[in-house]
Antibody, heavy 117, light 111 residues
Framework: QLQESGPGLVKPSETLSLTCTVS??????????WVWIRQPPGKGLEWIGS???????YYSPSLNSRVTISVDTSKNQFFLKLSSVSAADTAVYYC???????????WGQGTLVTVSS | NFMLTQPHSVSESPGKTVTISCTRS????????VQWYQQRPGSSPTTVIY?????PSGVPDRFSGSIDSSSNSASLTISGLKTEDEADYYC??????????FGGGTKLTVL
């Protein structure tokens, strides 16, 4: 299981920070990617970034300059930081597990983050 | 990077068959596996097809996936439509730089 947590409201220009807690399996497994995906209200899915067991990270080209994904294997958690947010970053943010061929077979329930002053 | 283009919406009657297309803008559709996700309102997406044409356990065999190199597209076909199939469907693939791409999504209406 995956569970997102973090503030539901972030002010413009500030940094959005979310945590994904993984249970029922190790985040250190060499079989999976771990990803962040978001979905603005009424719109489609957008990949934010991923990391793999070796610690390599991959980011969406459109968000690359503002995104950092990190991991704490001791807590079986991984994190998303998105800087300089604006209203366009308002979305439901999901964390998910991906197979080596990027089949996202387990998703968190998603958490709505609203960017507003 | 490439894009995946899906029709915005499709509709069909219960019991009929519908096909949703997903066209890759550049590079071969056969180069990287394609997944299909179903998303009902208020829920997280779930996989209905992975690795082009594989069905996860629990997904009815009414769901099938294929790729067509001639049109550089992937397709999701749902036969024997049921009202419960009404949902948004997304195709997804990736590139050699481990960048993931989603299609824009297709709203399926079963009426």
């Amino acid at each position: 299981q995956l569970q997102e947590s973090g503030p539901g409201l972030v002010k413009p220009s500030e940094t959005l920070s979310l945590t994904c807690t993984v249970s029922g399996g190790s985040i250190s497994s060499n079989t999976y990617y771990w990803v962040w995906i978001r979905q603005p209200p009424g719109k489609g899915l957008e990949w934010i970034g991923s990391f793999d067991y070796s610690g390599s990270t991959y980011y969406s080209p459109s968000l690359n300059s503002r995104v950092t994904i990190s991991v704490d294997t001791s807590k079986n958690q991984f994190f998303l930081k998105l800087s300089s947010v604006s209203a366009a970053d308002t979305a439901v943010y999901y964390c998910a597990r991906g197979s080596l061929w990027y089949n996202f077979d387990y998703w968190g329930q998603g958490t709505l983050v609203t960017v507003s002053s | 990077n490439f894009m995946l283009t899906q029709p915005h919406s499709v509709s069909e009657s219960p019991g009929k068959t519908v096909t949703i297309s997903c066209t890759r803008s550049s590079g071969s559709i056969a180069s990287n596996f394609v997944q299909w996700y179903q998303q009902r309102p208020g829920s997280s997406p779930t996989t209905v097809i992975y690795e082009d044409n594989q069905r996860p356990s629990g997904v009815p065999d009414r769901f099938s996936g294929s790729i067509d190199s001639s049109s550089n597209s992937a397709s999701l076909t749902i036969s024997g439509l049921k009202t419960e199939d009404e949902a948004d469907y997304y195709c997804q693939s990736y590139d050699t730089s481990n960048h993931v791409v989603f299609g824009g999504g297709t709203k399926l209406t079963v009426l």
